[in-house]
């Protein structure tokens, strides 16, 4: 009986001492976050030139697809 209640009293001290290292652990963090927020930006609309540079290589890809599924046909016809 008296085994068991030194280790309840083990396991709760341990506990308690995680959950000690835990806060101070997350008010360290805090702190230093608060040190240097974070930056904000604002998102920028994309160009004419990098809409049309999209769809450009959007289309290469479909059209270098196509001619790999064409080159299969043919080699085995």
């Known amino acids: 009986m008296k085994k068991k209640q030194i ?3 083990q396991q709760s001290a341990q506990t308690n001492t995680n959950a000690n ?3 101070i652990l997350e008010d360290e963090v805090n ?3 608060d040190k240097k927020p974070m930056p904000k930006f ?3 609309k994309k160009t004419k030139y ?3 540079t999209l769809g450009m290589s959007i ?3 479909i059209v270098m ?3 790999v599924i064409y ?3 043919s080699a085995i016809a």
């Open 7 to 9: 280790k309840e009293a």
């Open 21 to 23: 290292v835990d806060q």
């Open 31 to 33: 702190r230093q976050l």
């Open 42 to 44: 604002e998102k920028k």
């Open 50 to 52: 990098q809409k049309w």
């Open 59 to 61: 289309f290469m890809v």
């Open 65 to 67: 697809a196509g001619s």
């Open 71 to 73: 080159a299969a046909i």
